[in-house]
């Protein structure tokens, strides 16, 4: 049941993000979250499963995802408008994933997310959550600023209030149950409102050339997967 206190967040969410990103910003973001799926992530899914986008705001990865079904979970109140034809939005703020009761998931997928919930117990709570709803062999994919790279910024965003780092959330993982198949300390930038170019033949060129992302990736990517 939704309740005041989530009707206010959820408002305030829209106005933050509005504010943060133009639309112009917005679009260009999508068109770079085009390229990494095709050049990279789809790689990491199967396209007979079902993928759900945990925290997936404007879609941006959600959308470009080949699967046999795709689910969008997210507290923004336009969730459904941002949403592509195919992709089942749910706007929600529940951390137990209830929308996902009954439904059999391949892969989950966070990013940017986890420095936004209030405490690592709430954290481990989530991750435990995602952990039962995958089927065995499944994989969670996790996109995540790292504290240890870019200390400095970290706080740049007013609804960052976690510090992660590699290790800690390789930790989290595992107390979860996860075993860590996959690990790029240094892979993406840490914002999309970086200075790194962000043509499609410039990002293709930056998942291709690694010295690239070590120079320039302040956030850690990951795969977490399910035991058999």
């Known amino acids: 049941m939704t309740t005041a206190h989530d009707e206010r967040l959820a408002l305030t969410l829209t106005r933050l993000y509005k504010h ?10 999508n068109q770079v979250w085009k390229v990494l799926v095709e050049d990279f992530f789809q790689s990491r899914l199967r396209r007979d499963a079902t993928v759900v986008d945990i925290g997936a705001g404007s879609c941006s990865f959600i959308n470009h995802v080949k699967a046999a079904r795709r ?16 992709v ?8 137990e994933l209830k929308e996902l009761e009954g ?33 065995p062999g499944g994989t969670l994919l996790v996109l995540q600023p790292n504290f240890r790279l870019n200390a400095r910024r970290y706080f740049d965003f007013i609804d960052h209030t976690l510090i ?52 320039m990736g302040k956030q850690t990517f990951i795969v977490a997967q399910k035991p058999l």
């Not at 943060?20 to 973001?29: T, V």
């Not at 689910?71 to 034809?85: M, R, T």
């Not at 089942?88 to 951390?95: C, G, N, P, Q």
């Open 20 to 29: 943060r990103f133009s639309p112009a910003e917005a679009e260009g973001l």
């Open 71 to 86: 689910i969008a979970l997210d507290a923004n109140p336009e969730l459904a408008k941002v949403a592509a034809p195919g």
């Open 88 to 95: 089942e939005a749910h706007v929600t703020h529940d951390l």
């Open 103 to 135: 439904v059999t998931v391949g892969h989950a997928f966070l990013s940017n997310f986890l420095e936004h919930l209030p405490s690592f117990d709430v954290m481990l709570s989530l991750l435990t959550r995602i952990n039962e709803v995958l089927e």
């Open 164 to 215: 992660l780092t590699d290790a800690s959330l390789v930790e989290a993982l595992e107390v979860s149950g996860f075993a860590i198949t996959e690990k790029r300390v240094r892979f993406l930038p840490y914002t999309s409102k970086s200075r790194t170019p962000k043509w499609p033949l410039a990002v293709k060129a930056y998942l291709k050339f690694p010295p690239a992302q070590w120079l």
